[in-house]
Antibody
Framework: EVQLVQSGAEVKKPGESLKISCKGS????????IGWVRQMPGKGLEWMGI????????RYSPSFQGQVTISADKSISTAYLQWSSLKASDTAMYYC?????????????WGRGTLVTVSS | SSELTQDPAVSVALGQTVRITCQGD??????ASWYQQKPGQAPVLVIY???NRPSGIPDRFSGSSSGNTASLTITGAQAEDEADYYC??????????FGTGTKVTVL
């Protein structure tokens, strides 16, 4: 089955670090870009950045540049999103999504999301 | 500007047609894709490219584009179509952009 499986919910304190994961299966993980999308409580979708696991080429939204780090380990078909120092405002659901291979940009496969709660 | 603007909410009677719009300068150059998100669920792709539906998406969903506006039309809306809908495209710098989202209520 073609799917993206995300790591489980996290509860952290401000200032702590965190790395969440997104494991692809059922397709060639290295041939598709994987994006990360934030959804704050009751709000819309925000594109954070994207990585090509084949060569780890990474692009960031200007809004998230310097705030998070996106990486991938192609040997285990897994992409990551990490924070070095969490803030309460990082509380959100985070989705990973695969970008389709056609020239038009679209996300054709989504993970179920990882809920991150940051609270003292 | 690098923004995609949608109406916050629209309503449609059961079985009728509703059009959801997405406006932005980038849409003059790039197609939008559309996503349906139901409460507590991940988004699902419903339209991409000029007017393509992924496997499993009913043909009552269709997409179109004119100038700086992309549209998602639901022809014969069903109760299960009640959801939030987001457009997505790209800008000339290579960034993805999401629209502000539209809540569709089926009456």
């Amino acid at each position: 089955e073609v799917q993206l499986v995300q790591s489980g919910a996290e509860v952290k304190k401000p200032g702590e670090s965190l790395k969440i994961s997104c494991k692809g299966s059922g397709y060639s993980f290295t041939s598709y870009w994987i994006g990360w999308v934030r959804q704050m409580p009751g709000k819309g979708l925000e594109w954070m950045g994207i990585i090509y696991p084949g060569d780890s080429d990474t692009r960031y939204s200007p809004s998230f540049q310097g705030q998070v780090t996106i990486s991938a380990d192609k040997s285990i078909s897994t992409a990551y999103l990490q924070w070095s120092s969490l803030k309460a405002s990082d509380t959100a659901m985070y989705y990973c999504a695969r970008r389709g291979q056609l020239a038009d940009w679209y996300f054709d496969l989504w993970g179920r999301g990882t809920l991150v709660t940051v609270s003292s | 500007s690098s923004e995609l603007t949608q109406d916050p909410a629209v309503s449609v009677a059961l079985g009728q047609t509703v059009r959801i719009t997405c406006q932005g300068d980038s849409l003059r150059s790039y197609y939008a894709s559309w996503y349906q998100q139901k409460p507590g669920q991940a988004p699902v792709l419903v339209i991409y490219g000029k007017n393509n539906r992924p496997s499993g998406i009913p043909d009552r969903f269709s997409g179109s584009s004119s100038g700086n506006t992309a549209s998602l039309t639901i022809t014969g809306a069903q109760a299960e179509d009640e959801a939030d809908y987001y457009c997505n495209s790209r800008d000339s710098s290579g960034n993805h952009l999401f629209g502000t989202g539209t809540k569709v209520t089926v009456l």
